[in-house]
């Protein structure tokens, strides 16, 4: 049974730090593309950052220089480390499974002063 199961997300102000993990279960992380997505209030779902399995990364414009997807194969679980958060990263990450086409539940983050 697949499954992701997100955590990390929270408040913090602009020019702060988040590490969003994607804890996954019922197959390996590295066996195929995995993403991170946000979807913010009134927006459609976008894509942030994405891994492929030979290790190939991804990003969105706005999000270079400042975000870092990665994975630990060890722990079969996928990081997005989020630096110089800005207010307009709000939003709810998604972590996505592109071999199963399966989404996580979801985990907030709000950047606010």
């Known amino acids: 049974q697949v499954q992701l199961v997100e955590s990390g997300g929270g408040e913090v102000q602009p020019g702060g730090s988040l590490r969003l993990s994607c804890a996954a279960s019922?197959?390996?992380?590295?066996?195929?593309?995995m993403g991170w997505y946000r979807q913010a209030p009134g927006k459609q779902r976008e894509l942030v950052a994405t891994i492929s399995s030979s290790g190939r990364l991804n990003y969105v414009d706005s999000v270079k220089g400042r975000f870092t997807i990665s994975r630990d194969n060890a722990k079969n679980t996928v990081f997005l480390q989020m630096n110089r958060l800005k207010p307009e990263d709000t939003a709810v990450y998604y972590c996505y499974a592109g071999l199963f086409d399966f989404w996580g539940q979801g985990t907030q983050v709000t950047v606010s002063s």
């Open positions: 019922g197959f390996t992380v590295s066996s195929g593309y």
